[in-house]
């Protein structure tokens, strides 16, 4: 029996071990960004590179303030990400719903071709999206990056996954009750699946407010870029100021850090439960 219990022990202790491991390789990034936010340029730079060296201060805080209009970005990011994740959020929840519980000709077929689209590059549809949104003269507006990203396959297919595996007794009690679709929809269904609706709200979040190539192409105004393509500005071909850059990237993560934390448990029962269902 000791030796059993010897054995669990071991192998509780063997796991944190590497759990504490994994977890010193995930967040060592974002702490090697956060200090060098705070470090003068030529220590950012010096050989052999080390995380605790050079003299710290807020120069480069400061400093992103002044060199771009940092809050407009800032303000144009809020607004595209928020803006597409709740319109998208909608969509797809609603496509979801109509895929996994709706019987109607072609639906499998047209599920097909929505999933297709997951296999397709941006890179592939940038320029036509382009010419596109510029012949509805869109190009540097909210609703011209709004209108192309309204939608989403992945959010369709997670959500479709999710509505398969509710009980079907729910919406035919309410059918029996005299319920319309779009009411067993929303007053039935939907609630059934806060967590999921949460986890892909967050999704959709970090992958706009993250996103640099899709801006970058449809706002050429300097009052419309967001801060992705703003942070870009410090990169150039032979010069990199990697310490105002950490400083913008610390101050982008913000936001997220703090939607995670206030949605990190609908997040992590949302993935649970979501699962790939037939």
């Not at 067993?184 to 970090?206: N, R």
């Not at 996103?211 to 967001?226: H, R």
Request: proline share 4%.
């Amino acid at each position: 029996m000791k030796t059993r219990e010897s054995k669990i022990t071991a192998g509780k202790v063997v796991a944190v071990i590497v759990l504490l491991f994994l977890l010193f390789i995930t967040l060592y990034p974002f702490l090697w960004m956060v200090v060098t936010a705070f470090k003068a340029e030529t220590d950012i730079v010096s050989y052999p590179p080390r995380l605790f060296n050079g003299h710290f201060g807020f120069h480069s805080f400061i400093d992103i303030w002044k060199r771009i209009p940092f809050l407009a970005y800032y303000r144009n990011t809020i607004i595209f990400a928020l803006s597409v994740s709740v319109v998208s959020l909608c969509l797809d929840t609603m496509a979801g719903y109509a895929f996994a519980r709706i019987d109607f000709k072609g639906r499998n077929v047209l599920f097909l071709l929505v999933m297709g689209t997951m296999m397709i590059p941006f890179q592939v549809i940038m320029l036509p999206l382009f010419v596109e949104v510029f012949k509805m003269k869109l190009i540097n507006t909210y609703l011209g990056l709004l209108l192309p990203r309204a939608t989403n396959a992945f959010g369709i297919f997670m959500m479709r996954s999710f509505f398969i595996g509710l009980p079907k007794g729910l919406e035919e009690a309410a059918r029996i009750d005299g319920a319309g679709e779009f009411k067993i929809f929303y007053q039935v269904m939907l609630p059934q699946c806060k967590s999921a609706v949460v986890s892909l709200f967050i999704f959709h979040f970090m992958g706009q407010w993250n996103d640099l190539l899709y801006p970058l192409i449809l706002t050429t105004s300097d009052n419309m870029k967001t801060l992705p393509a703003g942070l870009a500005t410090f990169m150039g071909t032979h010069v990199v100021e990697y310490g105002v850059i950490m400083a913008g990237a610390t101050l982008s993560i913000l936001p997220i850090l703090i939607l995670y934390l206030f949605a990190q448990k609908q997040f992590v029962q949302g993935i649970a439960m979501s699962g790939i269902k037939g």
